[in-house]
């Protein structure tokens, strides 16, 4: 055969196939990019709650051994959302293949140095890849819905993994702070990824390791109950309630046959390890009323409440601390029954966890 036609047809060849390698990374690209419209957020306040977040896992160094901002982004941007009351628990999902190489730890350190409280982070040690963390959100972790934290081109193709295994998800975008050369490589680095990504899900690609399923607890939301049928105290707002607590708008309703008054006073407890309850500790605010001799006082009669009737208060909870997350809190509040001065009363009371 003469060498120029050889030459030709190979350089043809090639041409044809990296016009086709080109059409089909804008292909993978354009399929990414839509799955991921109106699911990408910027901010923590506009993200939607869900039960879970999915923490994408990455090097806590950089290649210089420095520490890594993409890391450090991803933690602050968990943190941020968790304390935010937007998720319940964070699933630290990365590599850890040796030993020495372990991201769901790291993580799971730096949420707790965030504040996260230790039983509201999971580790998953088997997130090789994206592909392994996110269907294994799913089959291991039982996540029908989600929501992925990452840098933003990362969470497209994550966004695009979750829609492709039935699950509903968002994604908020970690901040990326890197030079234009540094921005160039990783977006090189993400085409080829999401094409090879494409071919993972046509070719039925699966993760290395499934293994048995792991239930995440749910959150418990409230609880209510009292020394006397009939009468019920629920906390109306805000749902959910998150820390710093400012206020709580509750509302008793009385089933009886009988009058009730209750006043403005409540006493907050905590229950402990053991299962006991014990009033919660008092805030630095008014413990500093306290030193100051400054007392706090509460009207103990005020409100009638009628047979089959129910009325709202806003109770104000500044007197106790209520910042730990992983403690469940009990409202208390007392009712009187007439004629007075009081000789019969009973108790009402609402369980409820601080996100």
């Given at each position: ?27 993978a ?74 991201e ?37 972790f ?24 039935g ?7 970690a ?36 293994g ?95 047979p ?8 104000k ?39």
């Amino acid at each position: 055969m003469n060498t120029k036609i050889l030459i030709k047809r190979v350089l043809l060849s090639l041409g044809a196939f990296l016009l086709l390698v080109v059409a089909f990374t804008v292909y993978a690209n354009v399929r990414v990019e839509n799955a991921a419209e109106r699911r990408l957020y910027a901010t923590v306040d506009s993200v939607p709650h869900n039960k879970v977040a999915l923490l994408l896992g990455t090097n806590p160094l950089n290649r210089r051994g420095r520490p890594n901002s993409y890391f450090i982004n991803r933690i602050n941007t968990a943190a941020e959302l968790y304390h935010a009351g937007k998720v319940d628990f964070i699933i630290a999902s990365g590599d850890n293949h040796t030993k020495l190489y372990d991201e769901p730890t790291a993580m799971r350190d730096s949420l707790i140095a965030h504040g996260v409280p230790e039983d509201r982070i999971i580790l998953d040690f088997a997130g090789f890849r994206t592909l392994d963390s996110v269907v294994r959100a799913k089959e291991v972790f039982g996540c029908d819905s989600l929501t992925i934290i990452s840098q933003a081109d990362h969470n497209a193709r994550a966004l695009y993994l979750a829609e492709c295994n039935g699950m509903e998800a968002v994604a908020i975008s970690a901040p990326l702070r890197a030079g234009r050369w540094v921005r160039t490589r990783l977006a090189l680095r993400e085409w080829l990824a999401r094409d090879k990504m494409l071919l993972d899900i046509w070719f039925g690609k699966q993760p290395h390791f499934l293994g048995e399923k792991i239930e995440i607890p749910d959150v418990m939301t409230q609880k209510s109950y009292a020394t006397a049928e009939g009468m019920t105290m629920r906390i109306v707002s805000p749902d959910p309630i998150s820390s710093p607590v400012d206020s709580l708008v509750v509302e008793f309703t009385n089933n009886r046959d009988a009058d009730m008054t209750t006043g403005e006073w409540y006493r907050i407890d905590t229950k402990s390890e053991g299962g006991n309850w014990t009033q919660a500790p008092y805030s630095e605010k008014y413990l500093d009323f306290l030193s100051n001799d400054i007392e706090v006082c509460f009207n103990g009669i005020g409100y009638s409440l009628k047979p089959d009737g129910s009325f709202r208060i806003t109770v104000k909870p500044w007197i106790y601390d209520l910042s730990n997350k992983s403690s469940t809190y009990r409202l208390v509040k007392t009712f009187s029954y007439p004629p007075y001065p009081i000789h019969k009363s009973d108790t009402a009371y609402v369980e409820f966890q601080v996100r």
